[in-house]
């Protein structure tokens, strides 16, 4: 009796640590996105020269959405990066930057300290953010050429990040 | 005594696994990563100022149904910012921003229904901070009442036992 019992105990006991395993790899801060395999949502930006700029500008074309702010301590490092892709897969691929709680003017110093080599965009009432489910920055979306959502990154995306969604986007999208 | 422990694992069991299916209802991935300059830490600070501005344009407008409204809406709609929070009391700029939606969207005739589905179709259920007791979902509803009734009847028969236990003995 006492070992049955001690035995149920031990069991419990695995089972907790288990879940506690899995349960703390899971970030509790991450929102979860319904929009990976759906049409993106079209979004009606304003480019920082002040020109109306549409995500539908791009059409046939894949896209990578990034959403930052300058404020945005781990956007620094990843502006490099995404700086370094925009020129890698300029031929196939829009990089497009859009400015998420942020003012254009502290944008377009950090684009003058950084670098830019790509398009970058104010969101109006953060009307795209909202469209696409953003709940912080960085955050990056990849749209194939047909228009569809293909994946949701939540942080700083890695060269090597890029490299394995791109890849794959731009294979499928040769004729 | 090992009555008392196995209990206890039940109980702890339970409550892991209820907050582990509630966790997998809200979040699964790295978050977003969000560190402010002190400047925008002083743009958070007059959000408070923007929400007034937004609840004085609907009452300039005499409109206090659509605040009323706007306001229940805003109380169920979780901040993506703060998580922890309903956009309407939220002074994040995210749930402001997301609030002047709800305004425009009911400015716009849309029903209450309409706007949870257009937050739920850019958010995911996540949105609402009252999941709808359906599906998977519906163990975050039975789980307490469950947990409350396995951890009474445990009670109960170590209390039976331990009085049982003396006439025994006797």
């Given amino acids: ?175 | 005594m090992s009555v008392t422990l196995f209990v206890g694992c039940c109980l702890s069991v339970s409550l892991v696994v209820g907050t582990s299916l509630a966790t997998d209802t809200i979040p699964n991935k790295q978050s977003s990563i969000q560190q402010k300059s002190s400047k925008h830490q002083a743009s958070n600070n007059e959000t408070n100022v923007q929400s007034t501005k937004i609840l004085t344009r609907t009452t300039n407008a005499q409109d206090a149904n659509l605040q009323k409204k706007a306001l229940r809406i805003g109380k169920v709609l979780r901040c993506p910012v703060c998580q922890g929070m309903p956009i309407a009391d939220s002074p994040a700029d995210m749930a402001q921003a997301m609030m002047k939606q709800v305004f425009v969207l009911l400015e716009q005739g849309k029903s209450e229904e309409e706007i949870f589905a257009f937050f739920v179709n850019r958010y995911g259920e996540w949105v609402l901070l009252a999941p709808k007791p359906r599906g998977s979902n519906l163990l975050l509803w039975i789980m307490p009442v469950l947990v409350l009734l396995l951890g009474g009847l445990a009670i109960f028969a170590y209390v039976v036992r331990s009085k049982k236990a003396p006439e025994i003995r006797g």
């Fill in chain 1, 1 to 175: 009796m006492k070992w049955k019992n001690v035995l149920l105990v031990l069991l419990a006991s695995i089972a907790l640590v288990v879940l506690l395993a899995q349960g703390f790899r899971l970030n509790p801060r991450a929102v979860p996105s319904v929009l990976e395999g759906k049409r993106a949502p079209q979004c009606n930006l304003i480019g920082l020269n002040h020109q109306p700029l549409a995500l539908t500008d791009f059409q046939g074309k894949s896209l990578v959405l990034n959403f930052w702010a300058s404020w945005c301590v781990p956007c620094v490092h990843e502006h490099q990066v995404l700086q370094q892709a925009a020129l890698k897969y300029a031929s196939a691929v829009q990089f497009v930057g859009v400015l998420y709680q942020d003012n254009p003017q502290a944008a377009q110093a950090f684009l003058q300290q950084y670098g830019q080599n790509y398009a970058h965009a104010t969101d109006p009432n953060s009307r795209c953010a909202i469209d696409f489910g953003v709940s912080g920055v960085p955050e990056t979306f990849f749209v194939d050429q047909h228009g569809m959502v293909v994946k949701k990154h939540v942080g700083p995306v890695s060269r090597e990040l890029l490299e394995h969604v791109l890849d794959p986007i731009l294979k499928e999208d040769l004729p």
